[in-house]
C-alpha cells in the first residue's frame, strides 16, 4: 500500500492510507481547501457580515442604522438563508444571524433561538 499524499510505501496496518501524521494532514488541507477564489472570497464575506451582526446584536436584538452597517462593511447582498415568516416578514440570514429591513434605513438584527 502507498501513501495518498506522497506515494511512500505504507509500514503497519493494512488500513493504513497515510505514512505519517505530516502526510496525512497535508492530504486533507488540500481536500478541504475553498477550492476557488470565488468561494474563498464568498466564505469570507459571510464571515465578516456574521462578525458585524455578532458585535451589534449583544443582547439577541438589535435595532440599528443600515448607514453603519454599511460603514462597517457589511455587504447585504451576501447571506446564507432566506426565510419568511406567516405575517410575510422577511429575514436574511447568515447562520444563526438574521436581519430585516426596515423602514427609514434601520435594519432589526436578531438571534436564532435553534
Not at 457580515?49 to 446584536?57: D, F, Q, V
Not at 451576501?78 to 440570514?93: A, D, I, M, P, Q
Amino acid at each position: 500500500m502507498e501513501c495518498l499524499e506522497c506515494g511512500e510505501k505504507i509500514l503497519g496496518r493494512s488500513d493504513k492510507k497515510f505514512c505519517n501524521d505530516a502526510c496525512r494532514n497535508a492530504y486533507n488541507n488540500k481536500q478541504n481547501k475553498d477550492s476557488t477564489n470565488l468561494m474563498r472570497n464568498v466564505n469570507n464575506k459571510l464571515r465578516k457580515n456574521y462578525r458585524i451582526m455578532m458585535e451589534l446584536n449583544t443582547d439577541g436584538k438589535a435595532k440599528i442604522a443600515k448607514s453603519r452597517m454599511d460603514g462597517l462593511g457589511f455587504d447585504f447582498d451576501y447571506f446564507t438563508n432566506l426565510k419568511v415568516y406567516k405575517n410575510g416578514s422577511e429575514y436574511r440570514f447568515i447562520y444563526d444571524y438574521g436581519y430585516k429591513l426596515l423602514e427609514e434605513d434601520f435594519v432589526l438584527i436578531v438571534k436564532s433561538q435553534s
